[in-house]
């Protein structure tokens, strides 16, 4: 199998410039409003030259790079751009899988020896985005048997490269490559595997996989193949339907934000875009869970289940609420709210509501959802929780664009497929 594994390098960022050319050469930060503090969502090639890096506050960037320009966040523009590479990408393969709003695998077993080989294929792939994207958008990619290793691979591509890593290289990558370098081990879970002895990939394939599982569970097997060079996780193409458990939106909080009212006002924003997509897909939800983080990284969190299954945020809403309420309410300084609804079904499988003010929520729910599909999500909202549009600005909240785009490639390969049914026809 040949995976690659496409990253947009400095996304953000080198869109901004692309479409400035003011802002070409100079160190830039994409964050939110320059009159509040928020933290850097993107830093330029020539920002990272001084250390400023994604997730760092806005302050503490300025602070490294006195002249560093401030660009406030444009979801709209980098949805466009992502839309137009994972196009190109489709052009090589349909097997394309978008991982996030400027990360792809691409499965390309089959198409790289029609183009030269992946090493081949990738470069040209670059140079499609140079001439359609623009010389200011840049790409690395890595190649490899599998998700996790083009994963890896990226890294030593950046930035604007491509790396290969060959089969036979793979028991050198595992020995030299620490736990906490694949995506899926974070901190917690490398503390625990360094008090067992764990350090390197090599270290957890040769660790016997039945006292991983017993240690992790079931991700505990799956930190076993990952220390083999394995990967259990396939490619999923972006016209492949996942089975959705549940639907949900979380967010870290700036500091303007963290004080009860303002984490109450993210958590209605958050129910918002919950409902919202819950309807989109036609499901309803019975399960509420939400969860809270403080200042000191102290995590709560609950669920409960209602009467009737809902795609209404107020419903969402007032059940977090009560939930919070139970456990004391919000803390004095909340970094981050999550709201999830689970146990889910389809909304025409469920009754209609009987009460005349629950179909009233329900048709104003329906005619909010039109026009947001005509004119975009900011047509229309709460004026209550216009703060919080500020600081999805703010810090690239962007959870909502991998949806997005694979919703604007379902017709796309459907001509594709009709296409291929037209030519085997003809042929």
């Known amino acids: ?72 966040g444009d979801p709209d523009k980098y949805e466009t751009v992502t839309r137009r590479f994972v196009e190109i990408l489709t052009r090589y393969t349909p097997q394309v899988e978008v991982y996030s709003i400027d990360e792809v695998f691409l499965d390309v077993s089959q198409e790289a ?46 930035p604007g490269g491509v790396a290969w890593i060959v089969p036979e290289e793979v028991p050198a990558v595992l020995t030299e490559t620490l736990v906490d370098a694949v995506c899926g081990i974070g901190p917690r879970i490398t ?68 004080h009860p009212d303002g984490a109450r006002s993210v958590l209605l924003y958050l129910c918002d875009r919950t409902a919202r997509r819950l309807r989109a897909k036609g499901l309803v939800g019975r399960v509420i869970h939400y969860g809270l983080r403080d200042i000191r990284m102290r995590c709560t969190g609950a669920q409960r289940a209602l009467e009737v299954p809902t795609d209404n945020e107020e419903t969402i809403f007032r059940m977090a609420l009560d939930l919070i309420a139970d456990r004391g309410g919000f803390p004095a300084e909340t970094t981050l709210v999550g709201v999830r609804v689970c146990d889910l079904g389809r909304k025409l499988e469920t009754p209609r509501p009987l009460f005349p003010g629950d ?41 909502r664009q991998k949806e997005i785009a694979l919703a604007h490639k379902h017709a796309e390969v459907l001509a594709y497929r009709r296409g291929a049914e037209n030519a085997e026809r003809i042929g």
Request: a positive charge; one cysteine or more; glycine letters at 10%.
């Open 1 to 72: 199998m040949l995976i690659l594994h496409v990253d947009m390098d400095s996304y953000f960022a080198s869109v901004e410039q692309q479409a400035n050319p003011h802002l070409r050469g100079r160190p830039i930060v994409v964050s939110g409003r320059p009159d509040i503090h928020s933290v850097v969502a993107a830093a330029s090639k020539e920002a990272k030259r001084y250390k400023i890096r994604s997730g760092m506050t806005t302050r503490d960037a300025q602070k490294l790079c006195p002249q560093v320009v401030f660009v406030p």
């Open 113 to 158: 020896p029609r183009w030269g080989g992946p090493l081949a294929l990738a470069q040209r792939i670059q140079a499609d985005f140079r001439e359609e994207l623009g010389e200011w958008i840049t790409s690395s990619i890595g190649i490899a048997p599998n998700k996790m290793l083009a994963k890896l691979a990226v890294e030593r591509a950046k």
């Open 191 to 258: 503390q625990r595997l360094a008090s067992m002895g764990i350090r390197t990939l090599a270290d957890l394939g040769r660790f016997p996989a039945g006292r991983l599982k017993h240690a992790f569970g079931v991700y505990g097997t799956v930190l076993s193949l990952w220390g083999q060079g394995l990967d259990p996780n396939p490619l999923l193409p972006y016209w492949q339907e996942e089975e959705v458990k549940s639907v949900g939106h979380s967010h870290a909080i700036p500091r303007v934000l963290r």
């Open 359 to 399: 179909r009233r929520r329900e048709r104003l729910a329906a005619a909010l959802d039109q026009i947001r599909d005509r004119y975009g999500e900011r047509a229309v909202g709460r004026g209550s929780v216009y703060a919080c549009r500020i600081l999805t600005e703010a810090t690239g909240g962007m959870g």
